[in-house]
């Protein structure tokens, strides 16, 4: 029997069947859209999942109520055997929760190693002279480092999609939430981004990815649930997921991605 890969933290092994996030009737609308139907979702501390779903539904709004920024009508979001609900985003960020977004937003007038100073400083509360060999670090392993001086308003989109993911790891998390970061991409820039992002996991770190580019989805999460109306949908083994017909006859041609 193999072993289960995880850490010890405390007197507890942290690996993918230890919950570091645990969702439990989560609700909201907006009007008469319903983008949050009474969720329920556990996330363990060593898993990588993946979240499937057409456009509106609901996925981005879901990581709004997990980071903060947006407040749900209803429901409990437990980190870290923490109730977080009420918390703030920064207070959320220092406690181990980042993000990218779909589109990125770095600070434009900033230099890449700027951008990864403010996150280090205001999402990881780390003091500019411990922040900057944590910077350097993250830049060699997002393969920013000769990228370090340059603005970030003109870097190439992957390097932009490199930056974003290089801002939240700056904030040393324990729960990175990825929106849709190959979007835009060719393979082959893909191929980078996927190995980086393996990496990142490889390393203990939780993982929750929105995603479209399917190839790039399954070749990562250990998971997958498809949120569809508010609601999960299915939840399993990627492939079983992908192949399931309900899945199937929603996200039309997704097989075919596959």
């Known amino acids: 029997m193999g072993q289960r890969r995880g850490k010890i933290e405390g007197n ?7 919950p570091i996030l645990t969702l439990s009737g989560l609700c909201k609308r907006f009007g008469a859209v319903v983008v ?3 969720l329920e979702l556990s996330v363990g501390a060593g898993e990588a999942l993946g979240i499937l779903g057409p456009n509106g539904a609901g996925k981005t709004s879901l990581f709004g109520m997990i980071t903060g920024t947006l407040r749900p009508d209803a429901g ?3 980190y870290d055997d923490a109730d977080i609900s009420a918390l703030p985003p920064e207070r959320r960020c220092r406690r181990g929760i980042s993000r990218s977004f779909q589109v990125p937003q770095p600070f434009g007038g900033m230099t890449v190693f700027e951008n990864l100073l403010v996150a280090a400083s205001f999402g990881g509360q780390l003091t500019e002279r411990a922040a900057t060999p944590r910077c350097l670090e993250v830049l060699e392993r997002t393969g920013l480092a000769r990228r370090a001086n340059q603005r970030a308003g003109s870097l190439t989109l992957l390097d932009r999609k490199r930056l974003e993911l290089a801002r939240a790891l700056a904030t040393a998390p324990r729960l990175l939430l990825l929106d849709e970061v190959a979007g835009g991409l060719t393979d082959h820039e893909c191929e980078g981004l996927i190995a980086l992002i393996r990496d990142v996991h490889a390393s203990g770190v939780a993982i929750v990815w929105i995603e479209h580019v399917v190839h790039a989805l399954l070749s990562v999460v250990d998971r997958l649930v498809v949120l569809y109306g508010g609601k999960f949908i299915a939840d399993g083994a990627p492939r079983p997921v992908i192949e399931s017909p309900a899945v199937r006859e ?3 041609g997704i097989e075919a991605d596959a």
């Open 36 to 38: 949050a139907d009474n």
């Open 250 to 252: 929603l996200y039309m």
């Open 76 to 78: 409990r979001i437990v």
């Open 12 to 18: 507890r092994l942290l690996d993918s069947t230890t």
